[in-house]
């Protein structure tokens, strides 16, 4: 593979340093003088990063328009909504600051201010295909990666699909990451961010595109969240496991630049638009799910991130692929991170939109093992099973609870109960 022919290319700025956020102003001054800010209107303004960004915007004589409108997973309607107002002011610079959505929402600005239409007009691959408006990102999360990909993700909200904006027109100009911003992070969002970049690192690690320079950056990725997630999500104060989850996130980025992701960001896209779930959430659960039904296919490929993991690395290759896999699930059981599709809500009879939208996205393509709408119905059972089991484990608990108030302490098998449950909603 090595001798195939490669492409590599990442035009990121990449500001990184605690603080950074200081020197914003100056760094989006090398670009425009009239900023749109692109933000949310809650917790960034709530602990005062946003007036931080304004005043340094201000000091180095950027006119700033705030656009804080942004709830998660934006739609086409926001954006051409923030579109318009950036035309309305002659913005000729956009600044996103957030999660992904602010900056995957500051992207869709930069498009359509500069080219026009709609955003809709310009989902999917290479339909974005001049300059948009330069465009900075100054991400608050550590997990999507938007800081350092041309990748933007909205949902449309007439169809309930969630799709995306790819061109190398829309890699942010400069991305200032500071750690420091990221620090009231509340837990809940550490641990859904941290589990996406984890998400994109390995999914990129696992994909048929990898190449050796997305899978450096991707291993390395690995590494850091290892030593640094669950530090972070415990002590939101941690400021070298932040900084180490920063870095992650973006080099996790710069490898889904390269190689894209695969069946684990393919069902959570289809998850996300139909129901409008935690983007980070939904991959994080999936992502043992998805690493195990590739394990046969790329047991050399995951077994190379044990050492990663600072795992003892066995003879045997597929112990070592397996002991990943349970090593992440045990890092999910760590931070109380939610192991089954059921906790976000997920239903049984959500299935068939969920795959027949899933066999729409592209990234499953590009799963190491082939994924096509029956064996994502047959070999993809554990996509069932971890909503049944969830179920199972509901209707088991609130079963055992009613049978102590009842004294029927002899009625305590839990496989009868599971049994009777899936009896009772499987048919
Ligand atoms: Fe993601």
Avoid at 136 to 146: D, E, K, L, N, Y
Avoid at 200 to 215: R, V
Wanted: with cysteine.
């Amino acid at each position: 593979m090595v001798n195939e022919s490669i492409e590599y290319y990442m035009p990121v700025n990449v500001q990184f340093g605690t603080n950074k956020l200081k020197e914003a102003g100056a760094q989006v001054a090398r670009l425009g003088k009239k900023a749109l800010l692109v933000t949310g209107n809650r917790a960034m303004k709530k602990n005062g990063i946003t007036d931080k960004l304004i005043n340094s915007l201000q000091d180095s004589s950027v006119k700033v328009t705030v656009f804080d409108d942004i709830f998660p997973n934006p739609t086409d309607v926001l954006v051409d909504k923030g579109a318009g107002i950036a035309r309305k002011y002659g913005c000729d610079v956009i600044v996103g600051l957030g999660g992904g959505s602010a900056m995957d929402a500051a992207k869709g600005i930069a498009v359509v201010a500069a080219l026009g239409r709609s955003l809709w007009d310009y989902i999917g691959e290479n339909r974005v295909t001049g300059d948009t408006i330069p465009m900075v990102a100054i991400p608050t999360t550590a997990g999507t990666g938007s800081e350092t990909t041309p990748y933007a993700v909205f949902t449309n909200t007439e169809i309930h699909r969630k799709d995306a904006v790819v061109s190398q027109y829309v890699f942010p100009r400069i991305s200032i990451v500071d750690p420091a911003v990221m620090k009231t992070m509340p837990p809940s969002v550490t641990a859904d961010t941290g589990f996406d970049a984890l998400g994109h690192a390995i999914e990129a690690f696992m994909s048929i595109l990898a190449n050796p320079f997305a899978d450096a950056c991707s291993y390395e990725s690995v590494r850091l969240i290892g030593e640094a997630l669950v530090k972070a999500v415990r002590d939101g104060n941690d400021i070298e496991a932040r900084g180490k989850m920063a870095i992650a996130s973006s080099l996790a980025g710069m490898a889904i630049a390269q190689v894209g992701v695969v069946a684990g960001h393919g069902f959570a896209m289809a998850i996300g638009g139909l129901m409008n779930t935690s983007h980070g959430r939904t991959v994080g659960i999936l992502l043992p799910h998805v690493m195990t039904y590739n394990l046969n296919t790329i047991p050399d490929k995951i077994a190379r991130l044990a050492p990663a993991f600072d795992l003892a690395v066995v003879e045997d290759l597929q112990k070592n692929a397996e002991n990943v896999i349970s090593h992440i699930k045990e890092m999910m059981r760590d931070i109380d991170f939610p192991t089954n599709l059921g906790a976000l809500g997920i239903r049984r009879i959500d299935l068939k939109k969920i795959l027949d939208d899933s066999m729409n996205q592209e990234d499953i393509n590009f799963n190491p093992r082939m994924i096509d709408r029956s064996s994502a119905e047959n070999s993809c059972a554990s996509f069932t099973f971890i909503i049944i089991h969830n179920r199972c484990c509901v209707f088991r608990s609130r079963l055992m609870n009613r049978m102590k108030s009842h004294s029927f302490t002899w009625f305590t098998d839990p496989y009868l109960l599971t049994r009777l449950f899936i009896q009772r909603y499987t048919g």
